[in-house]
């Protein structure tokens, strides 16, 4: 499977690489992989930070049999320790922490669950194949591709309450979801083929606000603020949905991230440009294109991750970005485990 870069509120994903030292005689087979006097992290594909300095990654081994590394930073990248080694499961998507305990990893038709921060993760079944994952207060959203049965199913938004035990669709067939935003549990849109439509009841049920064709992407921030953007345009509310306006983005590239901290301050981001706004989609500014998707803390502090696994950062607004040191020491925890097919067993709930 290709991966390619797909956010999960914000997950960023793509092939990269990744090793550094660590110490020697760690386990093999069942414990994660060593080199002579090194850590093999592998390449990583999707990372996600919490704050500036806290995060988790996917990492992917190449080298004989197949085993993905999650991983753990509590100091922006600069050591990772491995906290546990999926063997056998070469398809993972993404990753997505919503606390310092829960969390979940994406597949096709599958998912992973921790409670305990990364240590073990447990296998459980869907029909969907999931993609930007993304958690709100105690509800999680997830983009599912459903199996074609009669040739009309398409994208549609999948929703958990339970931390990811279990999920269901909100957005009935035929689905053309492209892209969703959630600013609460309960308030979010989404962009899809006939235009832009929010819930005020965490998708239970829908409201189209603006019909529109093209759109791939949708950013929102509070109960007021939304944006959709395809075509070259952005459309733009600032009462809900009951009036819109449209900027012109001054560039036909395909928008494929849509973000923004405030009612004023965003970024649109596609594979060849990279634009910000600081009036709220009014007037867009041309800046260096980031290695990857980036995301925002506030209007000035976000990151990126590249190609080779390095993270870049920026700390002015996305007008220049630099890679994010990197020591050479990593740690293994000793307590890894991991079942014959590389997850442990937990109840569907």
């Known amino acids: 499977m290709k991966r390619t870069w797909v956010p999960l509120g914000f997950v960023a994903v793509v092939a990269g690489s990744l090793a550094l030292a660590g110490p020697a005689g760690a386990r093999r087979g069942r414990g994660p992989a060593m080199a002579q006097n090194a850590v093999d992290l592998g390449r990583v594909f999707s990372a996600h930070f919490v704050d500036r300095d806290k995060g988790w990654a996917l990492a992917d081994l190449v080298a004989g049999e197949p085993r993905i590394n999650v991983v753990k930073t509590t100091d922006g990248g600069n050591t990772w320790q491995i906290l546990w080694?999926?063997?056998?499961?070469?398809?993972?998507?993404?990753?997505?922490?919503?606390?310092?305990?829960?969390?979940?990893?994406?597949?096709?038709?599958?998912?992973?669950?921790?409670?305990?921060?990364?240590?073990?993760?447990?296998r459980q079944r869907t029909p969907y194949e999931m993609?930007?994952?993304?958690?709100?207060?105690?509800?999680?959203?997830?983009?599912?591709?459903?199996?074609?049965?009669?040739?009309?199913?398409?994208?549609?938004?999948?929703?958990?309450?339970?931390?990811?035990?279990?999920?269901?669709?909100?957005?009935?067939?035929?689905?053309?979801?492209?892209?969703?935003?959630?600013?609460?549990?309960?308030?979010?849109?989404?962009?899809?083929?006939?235009?832009?439509?929010?819930?005020?009841?965490?998708?239970?049920?829908?409201?189209?606000?603006?019909?529109?064709?093209?759109?791939?992407?949708?950013?929102?921030?509070?109960?007021?603020?939304?944006?959709?953007?395809?075509?070259?345009?952005?459309?733009?509310?600032?009462?809900?949905?009951?009036?819109?306006?449209?900027?012109?983005?001054?560039?036909?590239a395909q928008v494929t991230h849509l973000v923004f901290v405030?009612?004023?301050?965003?970024?649109?981001?596609?594979?060849?440009?990279?634009?910000?706004?600081?009036?709220?989609?009014?007037h867009w500014t041309v800046l260096n294109t980031p290695p990857g998707p980036p995301r925002f803390f506030d209007g000035e502090s976000g990151w990126a991750l590249d190609s080779n696994g390095d993270i870049h950062r920026t700390?002015?607004?996305?007008?220049?970005?630099?890679?994010?040191?990197?020591?050479?020491?990593?740690?293994?925890?000793s307590a890894v485990e991991m079942g014959a097919d590389g997850a442990e067993a937990i109840p569907e709930e």
């Open 315 to 333: 700390s002015n607004g996305g007008r220049s970005w630099a890679r994010q040191p990197r020591s050479t020491n990593a740690r293994t925890d």
């Open 131 to 252: 993609s930007k994952m993304s958690f709100a207060g105690g509800h999680g959203f997830a983009i599912g591709m459903p199996p074609v049965k009669h040739g009309t199913e398409g994208p549609t938004l999948l929703r958990t309450t339970n931390g990811g035990g279990n999920w269901a669709a909100v957005v009935d067939q035929p689905a053309t979801v492209a892209d969703y935003c959630f600013s609460t549990e309960e308030r979010g849109w989404i962009a899809d083929g006939a235009g832009l439509s929010v819930t005020t009841d965490g998708g239970g049920t829908w409201t189209q606000k603006k019909p529109a064709e093209g759109l791939t992407a949708v950013a929102c921030h509070g109960g007021r603020y939304a944006w959709g953007a395809g075509g070259g345009k952005v459309l733009q509310t600032f009462d809900g949905g009951a009036h819109w306006f449209e900027h012109d983005l001054g560039t036909s």
């Open 85 to 122: 080694t999926f063997v056998r499961e070469v398809d993972l998507e993404g990753i997505w922490m919503t606390s310092d305990s829960n969390g979940v990893v994406s597949a096709a038709n599958r998912y992973f669950r921790t409670t305990n921060g990364g240590r073990t993760w447990g």
């Open 262 to 282: 405030d009612g004023s301050i965003g970024w649109a981001y596609g594979e060849r440009d990279f634009r910000k706004t600081v009036d709220g989609g009014l």
